[in-house]
């Protein structure tokens, strides 16, 4: 077995995480490993030239790993592929740029996980032990996360397949390119839980506690601004993958909204929006709010999309 860890980079400085990871590597792990980081056009140049300087410097130290920056920006899922192209692990872990392991023997840990368990896809998971931005700004993004994605192994075992995330996930390269990621996906947003959905015909995922921690927040603002904009990829997951689109939290919120007219949804859409933008509120609170307005966005989008396959 040989491991490719794999790290796409979009305006995020790498140096702690391929730091942590060569660290490990020098202590010694049971398997080859190499190290992919490919930058997607990154608009930071600073963070570009700290990255380029880090893994040159880390190369020269003999530690496997290659650094690329691509001309144009290719988005979330191709250039996951691309990196898989340029890999050669029998065994790929794809972790995301802004994310650092919460423990010393992290691929150690994975390898004996994926040998003692023979499954085709193991999801480490992640946490917020090592936060770095304190900010009261960021505390729903934390919230949001610990409630929905950042759950122990215990419980993301119970639905494996939508819990299956790219910031902190191994699987095999022959799995892998059965099931390459839907480069139709762009912006931010649910190619994970598509491919997830994908992998779950047939493949055994199991999930352990091997987390990562998050490392890149966003304000309170700019996470409600993603999600808006990431009702066009919701749509995209509801045309590739009709029955598991119907498993999501969301779904029987949406049909119910999309009873109502458009008027009334976007009435609604303007009530919930500001009762989540206020300052000072319980975040569970806002979490309904947040919820509920993503509801009613997808209701407005699937009562547009219906209303189009009818023309």
Excluded at 47 to 52: H, L, M, V
């Amino acid at each position: 077995m040989e491991l490719s860890i794999l790290i796409p980079i979009f305006n995020w400085d790498v140096t702690g995480l391929v730091s942590s990871l060569a660290a490990e590597i020098r202590r010694g792990v049971p398997c080859p490993v190499e190290i992919v980081a490919m930058d997607d056009c990154s608009t930071d140049q600073g963070a570009k030239e700290t990255n380029r300087a880090a893994c040159a410097r880390l190369k020269a130290e003999g530690v496997p790993i290659d650094y690329e920056e691509l001309a144009a920006n290719i988005g979330r899922a191709a250039i996951r592929n691309r990196l898989v192209a340029a890999s050669d692990g029998t065994h790929l872990l794809f972790l995301d740029c802004d994310v650092v392991p919460d423990r010393e023997d992290f691929l150690s840990n994975y390898y004996q996980a994926i040998t003692e368990n023979a499954a085709d896809v193991v999801v480490g998971g992640k946490s917020y032990v090592r936060r770095i931005m304190a900010g009261k700004e960021y505390d729903f993004h934390v919230y949001w996360s610990e409630t929905s994605e950042a759950l122990p192994a215990a419980a993301r075992n119970r639905k494996p397949a939508l819990y299956v995330v790219t910031s902190n996930v191994v699987v095999s390269r022959k799995v892998f390119e059965a099931f390459p990621f839907a480069d139709r996906f762009a912006g931010w947003g649910y190619e994970d839980t598509e491919w997830g959905m994908r992998l779950a015909n047939g493949c055994r995922i199991t999930h352990i506690d091997n987390q990562v921690s998050h490392l890149g927040l966003v304000s309170k603002e700019a996470f409600y601004r993603r999600m808006r904009k990431s009702v066009a990829n919701c749509l995209l997951l509801a045309e590739l993958q009709p029955a598991g689109f119907k498993t999501m939290n969301v779904y029987p919120y949406a049909r119910l909204f999309s009873r109502l007219g458009r008027r009334s949804l976007k009435v609604l859409d303007v009530v919930l929006r500001g009762l989540f933008l206020l300052q000072d509120v319980h975040q569970a609170s806002n979490l309904i709010a947040y919820q509920l307005d993503k509801a009613v966005l997808l209701a407005m989008a699937l009562k547009d999309k219906d209303r189009s396959d009818t023309k």
